[in-house]
């Protein structure tokens, strides 16, 4: 009985095949259509080729955006110009961080993302127990370095120890540093005491080395001497290298700032700086530093500078490293410089 059954619908699975093909053969335009496809025999071809229709052609994908990124512009456009800088206010670093942290990566680093920043800026700040000043800092900086459209990171460089301070092998220490972890072309030296009252002074590098804090409240937003060079500075790194960074030999307050600006002139080099407008800072006052008093044999090593530069400063420079915190808002670096005991 299956066998019957069998056989039937072979037969009838054969007659069905025989008159579709016998159809294929008597349509006089040798199409058919399977699944609303239209299909054709071409040039006598045994193989059946897809025919579309003007409404089967399939629309073009729309083409895709891609979008690069230029240059920020020479002048960032949402500067503000003068402002309000007071240190009354007691402020947090948890404030801070609630504030502005958001738009900064972990190490205290930002990177404009509308835009490619004209320049990639290390903020190095030679530190010691000024924690209060460090939170006054960056709650005004941060904001403006953003709006400065700057590739940067803040780097808090701590002198280990109670040995006595030196600013200027913090520094260079603080250079080191840096350039271990990112390729900076511009590096801005600032002592953690001064804020800008105008972000129109831009924390960024020139053809020449750049003195910013010009007209400080301290001195009545006059510059002291002429050849003053303290406070706040910006080089490049090919003129940092050409002057052997900073010295070394400096320890306790004063005289590392006219040696730097010595250092710059005897290679050839002069300084540019800001408008006293645009110049002007406020100073977080403040009594001296424990550790950091006048040092009565600094004055005498201004006169040997052409005789010692090439011998004190990069080339010369030795510290230990002894511990690197990435902060939302800065990175800390803990570093020994073998500082005398007093």
Not at 81 to 96: N, Y
Not at 196 to 220: E, G, I, Q, S, T
Request: net charge positive.
């Amino acid at each position: 009985m299956l066998k019957k059954i069998f056989q039937g619908l072979a037969l009838f699975a054969f007659l069905s095949v025989a008159c579709f093909m016998l159809f294929l053969f008597n349509n006089p335009k040798n199409t058919y259509y399977i699944f609303s496809k239209s299909y054709r025999f071409l040039n006598g071809s045994d193989t059946l080729f897809p025919v579309l229709n003007a409404s089967d052609k399939e629309k073009p994908m729309p083409p895709t955006k891609i979008t690069t990124l230029g240059h920020c512009p020479e002048t960032p456009p949402h500067l503000v110009g003068p402002m309000l800088v007071e240190f009354t206010s007691k402020r947090t670093l948890d404030e801070v961080r609630k504030k502005y942290g958001s738009s900064l990566q972990e190490g205290g680093r930002y990177k404009p993302s509308d835009c490619i920043a004209r320049q990639k800026v290390a903020i190095i700040i030679a530190f010691r127990n000024r924690h209060e000043h460090l939170v006054h800092w960056l709650f005004y900086l941060h904001p403006i370095l953003i709006r400065q459209q700057l590739d940067y990171t803040v780097y808090v460089i701590n002198q280990d120890g109670e040995g006595v301070f030196n600013r200027a092998k913090l520094m260079n220490a603080g250079y080191v540093e840096a350039v271990k972890e990112y390729d900076y072309d511009c590096f801005v030296f600032s002592d953690v005491d001064l804020v800008p009252m105008d972000d129109r002074n831009l924390y960024r590098c020139f053809d020449n080395p750049r003195h910013l804090a010009v007209a400080m409240d301290k001195f009545n937003f006059h510059l002291p001497y002429n050849s003053y060079f303290g406070g706040v500075s910006a080089l490049s790194k090919s003129h940092y290298l050409k002057i052997n960074g900073f010295p070394n030999t400096y320890w306790g307050w004063g005289g590392e700032d006219d040696d730097i600006y010595g250092r710059i002139v005897f290679r050839d080099m002069s300084i540019s700086r800001p408008d006293s407008v645009i110049g002007k800072y406020r100073m977080i006052k403040h009594n001296r530093d424990l550790h950091n008093e006048p040092n009565p044999e600094n004055p005498g090593k201004l006169h040997h500078i052409k005789q010692t530069m090439d011998q004190d400063g990069i080339n010369s420079l030795k510290y230990t490293v002894k511990e690197i915190r990435k902060e939302l808002l800065y990175t800390f670096i803990n570093v020994d410089i073998e500082a005398p005991i007093k």
